[in-house]
Structures are given as structure tokens and as C-alpha cells.
């Protein structure tokens, strides 16, 4: 597989320089020069992929309830920014939609962590992939790679769009990583920086395949896994990396 992102992608959108997972942290990002990243997308309560980490809004907007107890309108309702800062306030919850249309505007590259609430696997990998689908129909240039923790998430989205390239997203490298890949047809490895090892990095990339490591925010660490071998990191601090480092892909 030819890696088509920089060395350093933002995580949750625009990491820790805005509320996560919005479309103010896109645009920080793309401010900044990050031509990839990361984000979590998981189900409302109507099915659709909304972009959040947990699986409730507590933590996030200060509301309340199960993302998969809300409805899309509620979700879409929530203030995701003023927990951040101030300066935020009104940001809201977007849809997994909306965020790939910013970034085909923008020309950022969007690893689409698909991230079921309990149950939902296999329902958030088909609904996370249909819309991937669509809007990579409607925007020829978007890079996009899907990513789980989920297997059943990554199962239901290798049926639902093969051609769509998929990750396997572990905490630490697990013995069976070829086998695991090899199930889903992954093209790439993201791993948990804080649990790899020199050896578990080059087995992967002796093997040709691309590993990623989250979450990554100190430029030294990260140049010492890219000594490795290791492809990209998944950072908060995309403003702490050379403008190389974030752009090019
Ligand atoms: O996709 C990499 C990373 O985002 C996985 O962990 O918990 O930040 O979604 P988390
Ligand atoms: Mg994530």
C-alpha cells in the first residue's frame, strides 16, 4: 500500500487546540497545514454517524444521555465548545456527513475511526461506511481510511465497501496482528504508541505494512518511533511539528 498521509496527523480533528472532534478543530487544522486527520464517528439514536469519542455527551457538552439514546436533531442541539473554551461556545456536534464534506473543501485527509457504542458494531461499521461511500462518489480526491477496535465494525465495513481501505486499530500489537489484518483485508496497522516496542514496530514494517501510533505529542517521541519505521503519528499538538511533518503526504 502506498501510505498517502503526512508523518503527523491530528488527532480528533484539530487535537488539542480545539474542542475534539468538531468542525472548528478541522479548520484549526487545516490553519495549521495538517493535510490528514483523525476522528471517532459513532451512532445517534436514528442511526446517524455523528463525530464523538465517548459514548455519552457528559464529558464533551456538559449534557446528558447515551449518544445512542439522542437523537441526530438533540445531538446536533449540544454546545460541544464551550467545555473547551470559551471561546467556542456554540460549536457543535457534526455529523460524520458534514465533517467529510469540510474536509474534500479543505483538501484534508480523514482517517474515520469508526467507534460503535456497546451493541452497535456492526450497525456503525455498515452506517459509518455507507456514508464514507457516498461522499467518496462525490468527491473524487478525499483520501479516507476507516479504522476500528471494533473487528465487527471492521467486518461490516469491508461488506459494505471493499474498495474503502481499512486499519486495524489495536492497543498493543497482538501475536495474531497478520492473521487479524489479513481477516478485515487491512491495509495498515494503528497501534498505541505508550505499548509498542522497537521489535513489535519492525516486525510490522518488515512485513510492508504501514503502522500508525496514537497519541503522540511530543516531537521527540514521535522522531524516535519514525526511527522505527513507524509511518504517522496520531497527535494533539500538530502545532509543536514542522509544517513538513504535518503536510506532506
Ligand atoms: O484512532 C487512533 C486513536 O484515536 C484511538 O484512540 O480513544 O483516541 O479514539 P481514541
Ligand atoms: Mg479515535
Known amino acids: 500500500m502506498?501510505?498517502?498521509y503526512p508523518r503527523v496527523i491530528a488527532h480528533r480533528c484539530g487535537g488539542?487546540?480545539?474542542p475534539e472532534n468538531t468542525l472548528a478543530g478541522l479548520r484549526i487544522a487545516a490553519r495549521l497545514g495538517c493535510r490528514a486527520v483523525e476522528f471517532d464517528a459513532m451512532l445517534s439514536a436514528d442511526g446517524v454517524p455523528v463525530l464523538i469519542h465517548?459514548?455519552?455527551v457528559t464529558r464533551t457538552t456538559g449534557g446528558g444521555g447515551r449518544v445512542d439514546s439522542l437523537g441526530a436533531a438533540r445531538l446536533s442541539a449540544l454546545d460541544a465548545g464551550a467545555r473547551h473554551h470559551g471561546a467556542f461556545?456554540?460549536?457543535?456536534?457534526?455529523?460524520?456527513?458534514?465533517?467529510?464534506?469540510?474536509?474534500?473543501?479543505?483538501?484534508?485527509?480523514?482517517?474515520?475511526?469508526?467507534?460503535?457504542?456497546?451493541?452497535?458494531?456492526?450497525a456503525t461499521g455498515e452506517a459509518v461506511t455507507a456514508v464514507a461511500s457516498r461522499m467518496m462518489r462525490r468527491h473524487?480526491?478525499?483520501?479516507?481510511?476507516?479504522?476500528?477496535?471494533?473487528?465487527?465494525?471492521?467486518?461490516?465495513?469491508a461488506r459494505t465497501a471493499p474498495g474503502i481501505e481499512r486499519a486495524l486499530l489495536v492497543s498493543r500489537v497482538p501475536e495474531d496482528w497478520r492473521e487479524r489484518m489479513r481477516r478485515h483485508d487491512c491495509v495498515a496497522l494503528h497501534a498505541?504508541?505508550?505499548a509498542l516496542d522497537v521489535a513489535m514496530a519492525r516486525d510490522v514494517v518488515e512485513a510492508g505494512r504501514p503502522?500508525?501510533?496514537y497519541t503522540v505529542n511530543d516531537p521527540g517521541s514521535a522522531g524516535t518511533l519514525f526511527g522505527w519505521g513507524v509511518a504517522a503519528v496520531f497527535s494533539d499538538r500538530p502545532d509543536l511539528f514542522s509544517p513538513d511533518d504535518v503536510g506532506n503526504r
Open 2 to 4: 502506498r501510505w498517502r
Open 16 to 18: 488539542a487546540l480545539a
Open 54 to 56: 465517548d459514548e455519552t
Open 89 to 122: 461556545a456554540g460549536e457543535r456536534i457534526p455529523s460524520l456527513e458534514e465533517a467529510l464534506a469540510l474536509c474534500a473543501v479543505l483538501g484534508v485527509g480523514a482517517n474515520v475511526e469508526i467507534k460503535p457504542s456497546t451493541g452497535a458494531e456492526t
Open 140 to 157: 473524487a480526491d478525499l483520501a479516507l481510511l476507516l479504522s476500528s477496535f471494533s473487528e465487527d465494525a471492521l467486518a461490516a465495513a
Open 192 to 194: 498505541s504508541a505508550s
Open 211 to 213: 503502522l500508525a501510533c
